[in-house]
């Protein structure tokens, strides 16, 4: 389910970020395919967690800023975060998505379990658990969670020329 956000677009409900997502359908200029990353991700196959990395950073090329040289290195920490929960807490097959446009980056990871997962403050004593949508929401422009016919996809965004 998708709310409307400042500007019309729809932005998705459980989004944790200071910024709203607009939509940006109507840019009605000449419109060049995106480069974009679709990998299928294997149920509980946690080789999928390094090969992702790979292939987005693959996707990613030479996609920074002089100001902003850690964005490749966010994008692919961000990523493996998303991929790994969806091998993780879930007992099902995952999809990601990653597309490259002139406003930056887009990952999302699909995968057919309706339940959404919980943003968690980390606590020193709990290891390396429950980091992950924490990081997801400290570093990404915007991200969120949008249900889909069968799950859900969890999604987040870093803006080419976000400072």
């Given at each position: ?48 967690v390094p090969e992702a990395r ?110």
């Amino acid at each position: 389910m998708e709310r409307q956000a400042r500007g019309g677009g729809p932005v998705a409900i459980g989004a944790f970020s200071a910024k709203t997502v607009e939509d940006r359908a109507d840019d009605v200029t000449e419109q060049v395919p995106a480069p974009q990353l679709r990998r299928r991700l294997g149920r509980a196959d946690l080789r999928a967690v390094p090969e992702a990395r790979r292939a987005l950073r693959e996707l990613l090329g030479q996609w920074t800023r002089p100001d902003r040289s850690d964005l490749p290195d966010i994008a692919e920490l961000l990523t493996s975060e998303l991929v790994t929960n969806a091998i993780v807490h879930t007992d099902h097959d995952a999809v990601l998505t990653a597309t490259v446009g002139p406003r930056g980056l887009r990952v999302e990871v699909r995968d057919f379990v309706a339940r959404r997962p919980r943003l968690r403050r980390p606590v020193a004593d709990d290891g390396t658990n429950g980091r992950g949508l924490f990081l997801v929401q400290s570093l990404a422009d915007a991200w969120g969670v949008r249900a889909h016919g069968v799950g859900k996809a969890v999604w987040f965004e870093l803006e080419a020329g976000a400072a």
